[in-house]
T-cell receptor, first 111, second 117 residues
């Protein structure tokens, strides 16, 4: 089963613009992670935010977490064509290491 | 090894045959996960291990699917009496472990593409 639901399912922007993707989940979590996947290839970890954190930055990435709303957002600033990929949120289930992925947002950055 | 290694990369099998998919995690990684991913979808959780102990197998679709990690390192996902609906990419991931429910990043292998004909 998949817990996270990303929104939108697809997003198309121009190079240099910012991209925002959202993730909603249903159950208690201990952490939330974002992953990137290029064209059906391997998944690459981007960033992890713990349930007691509200915001985290890594380079051009900014992640927020609102546990009261059970939602997270991933912001990619100054996007590049190389950012074109599918982005997935994954939730670490409370009290375990189980990691459950959402269905993803397909981002296209046009040159 | 440097990363998570899965073998074979591609497997074509006839319906009704058994298949075994192998995952060699990053050395020292305690947690090992199996996922199945259909085209255009997110990875679907199957099962995970800490060391050799299978912690959660709630995602295994039915009793034709099983997994083991007997020595706490290499893991095998076995599908018995394969069916066409089992065709998918099967992905393995591993991670460090810092304590119960702490959560760390998972490193994924390149996957095994299974096709049942």
């Amino acid at each position: 089963s998949q817990q996270g639901e990303e929104d939108p399912q697809a997003l198309s922007i121009q190079e240099g613009e910012n991209a925002t993707m959202n993730c909603s989940y249903k159950t208690s979590i201990n952490n939330l992670q974002w992953y990137r996947q290029n064209s059906g290839r391997g998944l690459v970890h981007l960033i992890l935010i713990r349930s007691n954190e509200r915001e985290k930055h890594s380079g051009r990435l900014r992640v927020t977490l609102d546990t009261s709303k059970k939602s997270s957002s991933l912001l990619i600033t100054a996007s590049r064509a190389a950012d074109t990929a599918s982005y997935f949120c994954a939730t670490g289930q409370g009290g375990s290491e189980k990691l459950v992925f959402g269905k993803g947002t397909k981002l296209t950055v046009n040159p | 090894g440097a990363g998570v290694s899965q073998s074979p990369r591609y497997k074509v099998t006839k319906r009704g045959q058994d298949v075994a998919l192998r995952c060699d995690p990053i050395s020292g990684h305690v947690s090992l996960y199996w996922y199945r991913q259909a085209l255009g979808q997110g990875p679907e959780f199957l099962t995970y291990f800490n060391y050799e102990a299978q912690q959660d197998k709630s995602g295994l679709p039915n009793d034709r699917f099983s997994a083991e990690r007997p020595e706490g390192s290499i893991s095998t996902l076995t599908i018995q009496r394969t069916e066409q609906r089992d065709s998918a990419m099967y992905r393995c991931a591993s991670s460090l472990w810092w304590g119960r429910g702490f959560g760390t990043e998972a490193f994924f292998g390149q996957g095994t593409r299974l096709t049942v004909v």
